[in-house]
């Protein structure tokens, strides 16, 4: 499906057309569709859809009649009607899938309201929309500039020129409505132009910037994700996960897309446990429910006297307790239910490969001073020993002769 310049080179390695996602086929970008019915022609005497998909940029994507009958196919460039003016987009898929995505989208095709492709774009429409998409990065900087300047808690992510410049879209992101009639007035006098406010989420403002998430690989926004749909805190209290803001949040401050794709195994999952507000009652106590294994399939209670005793029960066992406090019997205690579970032993890391410690980092160092302070003690120590014997006065060797005391006369 990728387009020429997007094959791999020698070595495997992808080439990369560097156009961002408006190549000529239309390939590079998350929202590429394939035509799977391509390759197959109508029946005798049916005619073919009249409506076409249209991307723009920013993953706009709209659909439009084909009232002028006009050979179109995937990747053509069209003007589109507009207001006001007219726009200039790719196509993104032609014929009767185009009939289901309409429905997918809840777009009623036989309405009247459809905006209608004006013509094949030429090369002067072309050369005036590229102009166009050349000045939005530098218009994006002022207009930030001049949303700081009002003090405005907003953030101005992406700007759109329409494909025949008459009008401007800036897209932003703000937590609370924010009052930009002043700012209007003043990106109009500063740009010449029509100016239109569009906010968007967060997370669409994510999906647009791209990054890597927490788990090492790209964002599923900015990859293949297209639809946004709302993640609560009771997705991660039911696969047990830890309610840390800051594990379970993105990028784009919202709570991750990813927690909702295994939500439903666990909620299956989940139908064959008890309640996780049963008690169970013995005669030695009521006991309450403190962790649940769901893979496993058990569930650890304790006494209410004694909450740091945990007993570990299967499924199976609590339903019997259960039926029978239901009929008014009493078990004699948890421990006869409990199993024991063995304590696994640690495992040690063995330097299999002869790798270097994974810690060899952790050791403090020796300073390299203290020991530079000894050398040069030592060094000193030695040269001042010759000096010192060389000093040092010759003892005299001579026999010491002892004399009688002599009469005093």
Request: one cysteine or more; hydrophobic letters at 30%; aromatic letters at 8%.
């Amino acid at each position: 499906m990728a387009c020429q310049s997007c094959s791999t080179s020698d070595g495997s390695a992808p080439k990369g057309c560097k156009n961002n996602g408006t190549c000529g086929t239309d390939s590079c970008n998350k929202l590429t569709v394939f035509d799977w019915l391509a390759n197959m022609s109508l029946p005798n005497g049916e005619t073919p859809f009249d409506c076409v998909e249209v991307r723009f940029k920013n993953g706009r994507k709209e659909f439009y009649r084909n009232t002028e009958k006009l050979t179109l196919s995937i990747g053509d460039i069209v003007a589109t009607e507009a207001s006001p003016g007219h726009d200039v987009g790719i196509v993104t898929l032609t014929g009767e899938l185009v009939k289901i995505q309409m429905k997918k989208k809840g777009v009623n095709h036989t309405s009247n309201e459809i905006p209608k492709i004006y013509r094949k774009a030429s090369q002067r429409d072309i050369d005036i929309w590229s102009e166009s998409r050349d000045k939005e990065e530098k218009m994006k900087v002022k207009a930030r500039e001049l949303a700081i300047a009002h003090k405005l808690e907003m953030k101005i992510s992406d700007i759109e020129f329409q494909g025949d410049g008459s009008k401007v879209t800036f897209y932003y992101t703000a937590n609370d409505r924010v009052d930009f009639r002043l700012l209007i007035k003043d990106y109009a006098r500063e740009f010449n132009t029509r100016i239109e406010m569009k906010q968007v989420g967060f997370r669409q403002e994510a999906s647009r910037l791209g990054g890597i998430g927490s788990c090492g690989r790209e964002l599923c926004c900015s990859t293949w994700l297209t639809d946004f749909r709302s993640v609560n805190t009771s997705a991660a209290r039911y696969q047990q996960l830890s309610l840390n803001p800051q594990k379970l949040a993105g990028q784009c401050g919202k709570l991750k897309c990813c927690l909702n794709y295994e939500l439903d195994t666990y909620l299956d999952a989940l139908k064959g446990f008890p309640d996780f507000e049963t008690k169970l009652k013995t005669e030695k106590g009521d006991a309450v429910c403190q962790k649940q294994d769901i893979f496993k399939g058990l569930m650890w209670f304790a006494y209410f006297d004694n909450f740091a005793n945990w007993h570990v029960l299967k499924i199976e066992q609590v339903r019997e307790i259960i039926t029978q406090n239901k009929q008014g019997i009493k078990v004699s205690s948890l421990e006869d239910f409990a199993l024991e579970i063995a304590a696994q032993p640690e495992k040690d890391f063995n330097n299999a490969m002869g790798q270097e410690s994974l810690t060899r980092f952790d050791q403090p160092r020796k300073s390299k001073s203290k020991n530079r302070n000894k050398n040069k003690a030592k060094v000193q120590n030695q040269n001042t020993e010759p000096n010192k014997i060389q000093n040092q006065k010759p003892k005299d060797k001579r026999p010491i002769i002892f004399k009688k005391n002599e009469d005093k006369k």
